[in-house]
């Protein structure tokens, strides 16, 4: 059967030879084989096709059962027979098997009728395959569809199988195909998204010794009063921002001889 799409394989490998830059082009592929299987007419004719094949294959059998039969008797009769009974026998044997050799060569030879019953019997069903194959390139926008049952191809992504496509123009049912389809292309590495992942942010530098050191050298730099220096604090500096300690009241003054809460000794 597959011998049908040859003509269509060359015509394909033609075109990809003659077209400089296949990447500008939009392509995909299509499997043959599954749409005739699916489609009911194909299998019809098919089916005709085969039961012409078991019709002749029948007949070989006949013609072979003839021939052992016909080498067993020789060899019974081999000793009773006169000479040109045995020639006569052989003779026979001989044409019948001629007969078988020529039948089978007839039918089955390349070229032979089966070859042209396939390609009669099928032109109907591939023309109908062509047509739907052009609708779905036309609606699609694609420039080049191979079909994967005659070509080698290494590697098709399946995203760009328009097997279903063609079937649905077919008027096949194809939900199952659909899904089994689609369980193909989520399995395809190549059409997984990559994880996106978030930069790191920045990481805080760790405090060292030159980090101290500079921090005490702008403390020198501070005024003993002022409001950002980190030394102690004088209860008695009008100015300082911090409140005075224990409650508000103020500290004593052992060196103010007004100080009326000077300590006794």
């Known amino acids: 059967m ?85 020639q006569n026998k052989e003779k026979e044997l001989s044409n019948l098997i001629i007969q078988r050799t020529e039948f089978a060569r007839r039918k089955f030879e390349p070229g032979g009728e089966y070859d042209n019953s396939v390609k009669l019997m099928m032109k109907p069903i591939e023309d109908k395959i062509f047509a739907a194959v052009q609708q779905v390139a036309g609606d699609e926008g694609y420039d080049i569809i191979m079909d994967k049952s005659s070509q080698n191809i290494p590697y098709a992504n ?40 978030q930069a790191p942010g920045k990481r805080a530098k760790p405090r060292g010794k030159s980090d101290d050191n500079k921090e005490i050298q702008q403390d020198e730099n501070i005024p003993p009063n002022s409001p950002n220096s980190k030394g102690p604090k004088n209860p008695l500096n009008p100015l300082d921002p911090n409140p005075v300690p224990n409650g508000g009241a103020q500290q004593e003054n052992p060196f103010n001889p007004l100080d009326s809460t000077k300590r006794s000794k």
């Open 158 to 197: 399946s995203k760009f199988d328009l097997t279903i496509k063609v079937l649905r123009k077919l008027g096949v049912d194809v939900d199952k195909l659909e899904k089994e389809l689609q369980e193909k292309i989520d399995k395809d590495p190549r059409n997984k998204k990559p994880d996106t992942k």
């Open 2 to 86: 597959k011998n049908i799409l040859k003509f269509s394989a060359i015509a394909v490998i033609t075109l990809l030879m003659s077209v400089p830059k296949l990447s500008a082009q939009k392509v995909a592929f299509l499997v043959s084989d599954v749409i005739r299987e699916h489609f009911t007419e194909a299998k019809q004719v098919e089916q005709r096709i085969k039961s012409i094949v078991e019709d002749w294959k029948r007949e070989l059998d006949i013609t072979d059962k003839k021939i052992e039969d016909m080498k067993l008797d020789i060899s019974k009769n081999r000793l009773v027979w006169t000479d040109e009974e045995k």
